[in-house]
């Protein structure tokens, strides 16, 4: 699966973002597509994840209530919106394929296969 990752830029806080990550290629996985984040000097962190049937989707704290994750089967995409950013949201945020066979670990950037090239989220306070 290939991945690429776009809609990232510059806002001030309490403004809004849409990702998108365009996926190709087999998209068979074994649970589904996430985003993931990575401010510097921090580890990759989870931020949101949809199942492949695009029915479940789950959230971190930092962004439930405020991001929402989605899936356009026929576009082949799969979008975040960000709404009420705050500046601790500056971050490379990351759209990711694959995740694990147990719902337990969905979180952990290490059972998701393939990833796209990142995109920069910048908020100023």
């Known amino acids: 699966v290939q991945l690429q990752a776009s809609g990232g830029g510059l806002v001030q806080a309490g403004g809004s973002l849409r990702l998108s990550c365009a996926t190709s290629?087999?998209?068979?996985?074994?649970?589904?597509m996430g985003w993931f984040r990575q401010a510097p000097g921090k580890e990759r962190e989870f931020v949101a994840v949809?199942?492949?049937?695009?029915?479940?989707?789950y959230y971190a704290d930092s962004v439930r209530g405020r991001f929402t994750i989605s899936r356009d089967s026929a576009k082949n995409t799969v979008d975040l919106q960000m709404n009420s950013l705050k500046p601790e949201d500056t971050a490379v945020y990351y759209c990711?394929?694959?995740?694990?066979?147990?719902?337990?670990?969905?979180?952990?950037?290490?059972?998701?296969?393939?990833w796209g090239q990142g995109t920069q989220v910048t908020v100023s306070s």
């Open positions: 290629g087999r998209t068979f996985s074994r649970y589904g």
């Open positions: 990711a394929a694959g995740g694990p066979s147990s719902h337990y670990y969905y979180t952990q950037p290490s059972t998701y296969g393939d």
């Open positions: 949809i199942r492949w049937s695009g029915i479940s989707t």
